[in-house]
């Protein structure tokens, strides 16, 4: 039997394929909270449209208060100007859901946290609040490290949790592949 796509969930044994190899659901979180533990390296999160899942998922490790900092749902734009300096222009020019946004909220949370990387996610989750130019499943993704900041565009299917799990997931992946794949940028 071949290995299931990149990212598959099989719900039924709790198993997650990534790059072809079947691991436990929280291995994903564990290896990312590995690495950072190993490095001395901290890790915020700012979560719109995942509404804390990506932070439930680093807490699910036992000892990742070794390296994880805090997070911060930032719902409103309020919340996003007020907590994470996320600039109203950008919100008005660009839209919440947008990679500006995603960009500075990592940045800002990282910024307020004092932490080595900085995570943020901003999205569509649906049903509702979808737009042509910006479809319900739209998500993006930022990651802050110093003055180098990486996005990533999802378009994703599925019912509100489905999207929110997916993104969470995704968020995941994204960050470990950086971690793994940018060590010369990260040291």
Not at 26 to 49: F, H
Not at 80 to 105: C, E, F, I, T, W
Not at 121 to 150: N, Q, Y
Request: proline share 3%.
């Amino acid at each position: 039997m071949s290995p299931a796509p990149h990212g598959v969930q099989d719900n039924a044994l709790n198993l997650t394929w990534f790059r072809g190899v079947k691991m436990m659901r929280n291995s994903l979180e564990k290896l990312v909270g590995d690495y950072l533990r190993n490095k001395g390296w901290t890790l915020s999160i700012a979560e719109s449209c995942t509404g804390g899942l990506i932070s439930d998922r680093i807490t699910d490790v036992s000892g990742s208060s070794d390296y994880f900092m805090g997070g911060m749902v930032n719902y409103s734009n309020e919340s996003k100007a007020k907590h994470l300096g996320v600039p109203s222009n950008d919100m008005k020019k660009y839209g919440a859901v947008s990679s500006q946004v995603a960009k500075r909220m990592a940045q800002g949370v990282r910024k307020a946290f004092q932490t080595t990387f900085g995570l943020s996610t901003t999205g569509v989750a649906g049903p509702t609040g979808g737009t042509k130019e910006k479809p319900v499943g739209l998500v993006f993704i930022g990651l802050a490290k110093g003055k180098k900041t990486w996005l990533k565009r999802l378009n994703l299917k599925g019912s509100r949790r489905d999207i929110k799990e997916k993104a969470t997931e995704k968020s995941l992946e994204f960050f470990y592949e950086i971690l793994i794949h940018s060590r010369q940028v990260l040291n």
